[in-house]
């Protein structure tokens, strides 16, 4: 799930990709669809850094508690 987060990371924020998005939906009137998408995208990726936030957390107290076994 990191690398998918971070694939699109890399990928949608280069600069030549935005602004190409950004060209797209300007010559054809399509800001809207792009905000939505945007604002679905930013909720989704933080979801999914929440979701990566978590599983390391409950991983590092995996290995803290076989540890201590």
């Known amino acids: ?6 694939f699109y990371s890399e990928y949608y924020f280069r600069p030549k990709t935005a602004w190409r998005v950004v060209k797209k939906a300007f010559q054809n009137n399509d800001l809207p669809r792009l905000y ?5 995208y930013l909720f989704i ?3 999914r ?3 990566i ?6 991983n ?5 508690e076989e540890s201590v076994s």
Not at 1 to 6: C, D, P, R, T, Y
Not at 36 to 40: I, L, Q, T, V
């Open 60 to 64: 590092s107290m995996r290995g803290a």
């Open 45 to 47: 990726s933080a979801k």
């Open 36 to 40: 939505k998408e945007a604002r679905e």
């Open 53 to 58: 936030k978590e599983q390391k957390a409950a």
């Open 1 to 6: 799930m990191e690398w998918v987060e971070k």
């Open 49 to 51: 850094k929440q979701f």
